[in-house]
T-cell receptor
Framework: KAGVTQTPRYLIKTRGQQVTLSCPPI?????VSWYQQTPGQGLQFLFE???????NKGNFPGRFSGRQFSNSRSEMNVSTLELGDSALYLC???FGVGGAGNTIYFGEGSWLTVV | AQSVTQPDIHITVSEGASLELRCNYS??????LFWYVQSPGQGLQLLLK??????LVQGIKGFEAEFKRSQSSFNLRKPSVHWSDAAEYFC????????FGTGTSLTVIP
């Protein structure tokens, strides 16, 4: 089956700008989770969406937001970018919610550099 | 609280040698356990998972892992490492969400 294709793969933004990342899940999957990965903090959970509802949220400021559409595609938005937001943003897709024994499958990530 | 500990930040092995990556978890109920691998600049790829049943699970690329409830461990093993196995390895436990360890970086010496 086709994997998770995140877009864009690479992007450079300026401090204060905003960015939107897109994640279409694997066909038939209804859950999308987002993670931030940095060398210093490792993998950190941002939030999870299932059937257009945010099911779970990590410990990130309100500048980080997301949504899910009726076709299960998800977007993540970061407003008022800071240098510390530079990271690899990973999206993961699963059939059911990303716990309860459901396996999550990752995309290749979106590399965000804030200058 | 659920958590995962990977005690080894970095491991170096020679090509052809055996490998064991350690993972300890904390979870109140029967855990769902996973190992993922991440090559440089890539996303995480699922290696194997344990849900129940046989405590020795086989995965892709010749990897296996053994679940030991008494030790709260889920160590990843491979009998003979290839240079292409050099990557970052993440152990995870699934409860109401996924909890990942901090990863173990594997270097393979020719």
């Amino acid at each position: 089956k086709a994997g998770v294709t995140q877009t864009p793969r690479y992007l450079i933004k300026t401090r204060g700008q905003q960015v939107t990342l897109s994640c279409p899940p694997i066909s038939g999957h209804r859950s999308v989770s987002w993670y931030q990965q940095t060398p210093g903090q490792g993998l950190q959970f941002l939030f999870e969406y299932f059937s257009e509802t945010q099911r779970n949220k990590g410990n990130f400021p309100g500048r980080f937001s997301g949504r899910q559409f009726s076709n299960s595609r998800s977007e993540m938005n970061v407003s008022t970018l800071e240098l510390g937001d530079s990271a690899l943003y990973l999206c993961a897709s699963s059939f059911g919610v990303g716990g309860a024994g459901n396996t999550i499958y990752f995309g290749e990530g979106s590399w965000l550099t804030v200058v | 609280a659920q958590s995962v500990t990977q005690p080894d930040i970095h491991i170096t092995v020679s090509e052809g040698a055996s490998l064991e990556l350690r993972c300890n978890y904390s979870y109140g109920a029967t855990p769902y356990l996973f190992w993922y691998v991440q090559s440089p600049g890539q996303g995480l790829q699922l290696l194997l998972k344990y849900f129940s049943g046989d405590t020795l699970v086989q995965g892709i690329k010749g990897f296996e892992a053994e679940f030991k409830r008494s030790q709260s461990s889920f160590n990843l093993r491979k009998p003979s490492v290839h240079w292409s196995d050099a990557a970052e390895y993440f152990c995870a436990v699934s409860g109401n969400q996924f909890y990942f360890g901090t990863g173990t970086s594997l270097t393979v010496i020719p």
